[in-house]
């Protein structure tokens, strides 16, 4: 599934996020899986993967019964923080205080569609990113080609 765009949503009192109706519209449960999983992310995010996907990325970092220190840690945060969360009748998934408080979040949110996953972002903060955001592209992508050269280069 392909995410884009962004939407501008509150998350109510009782932890609930309505999932907007045309990303609903195009969610197949026999693709994508009956649920998302929600994991918290440096800056105040929270990435939400579609269940499949999530279960496919959980699948390439298993190591067996010994990953070394570095990586059973960052198993132990990503896999001890995440939670998967089922939609209501009406599309909302209820994400709870304790992750919504970790990341620093309040009701007032975006969902950002990054392509392979969605972000829920404070809204706020997005809104003032905008502009650096455009303006910082072209000195990511420049970065990410090194990234890749680099990578190409060791392989």
Not at 105 to 119: A, D, H, P, Y
Request: proline share 3%.
């Amino acid at each position: 599934m392909l995410f884009t765009g962004h939407y501008e949503h509150t998350i109510d009192a009782k932890h609930r996020l309505a999932i907007p109706a045309d990303i609903r519209n195009q969610w197949i449960a026999e693709q994508h899986g009956a649920a998302w999983y929600a994991t918290p992310w440096v800056g105040s995010v929270i990435r939400l993967y579609t269940e499949a996907d999530f279960k496919a990325r959980a699948s390439e970092h298993m190591l067996g019964l010994t990953p070394d220190a570095d990586h059973a840690e960052l198993l132990s945060t990503l896999f001890g923080l995440s939670s998967r969360l089922e939609p209501d009748s009406a599309g909302r998934i209820r994400i709870s205080q304790e992750l919504l408080e970790l990341v620093e979040l309040n009701s007032e949110i975006v969902l950002v569609g990054c392509g392979e996953w969605l972000e829920i972002q404070d809204r706020a903060q997005w809104r003032a990113s905008q502009k650096d955001r455009l303006k910082q592209i072209p000195e990511l992508m420049k970065r990410l080609g090194s990234k890749r050269q680099g990578d190409n280069a060791s392989g």
